[in-house]
Nanobody
């Protein structure tokens, strides 16, 4: 059974930092494309960042320079480090896995909520 479990969300103030974790089990992790997405209140889900097995990393323009992602292949865990948080970063954050850059994300976590107060 594939499971992606996010953790680390919470309520923070603008300017604070927060790190989200995504623990993956039941599927190949080392070669997977891992992504972070978020869904702000009342809006559609949007791309945040992604990491491919070959260390290619992509970020949404809205988070470049503030967010960074990393992965620990020994722990099957994917991280999203968020700095200089803004109220507009408030969202439910999801991690997702794809088998390759050419395939869609097929495995998703349940999400963790991040609320940034002004």
């Amino acid at each position: 059974q594939v499971q992606l479990v996010e953790s680390g969300g919470g309520l923070v103030q603008a300017g604070d930092s927060l790190t989200l974790s995504c623990q993956v089990s039941g599927r190949t992790f080392g070669t997977a494309v891992m992504g972070w997405f978020r869904q702000p209140p009342g809006k559609q889900r949007e791309f945040v960042a992604a990491s491919s097995w070959n260390n290619r990393i992509d970020y949404a323009n809205s988070v470049k320079g503030r967010f960074s992602i990393s992965r620990d292949n020994d722990k099957n865990t994917f991280y999203l480090q968020m700095h200089s948080l803004k109220p507009e970063d408030t969202a439910v954050y999801y991690c997702a896995a794809a088998d390759s850059p050419a395939t869609p994300y097929k495995d998703w976590g349940q999400g963790t909520r991040v609320t940034v107060s002004s």
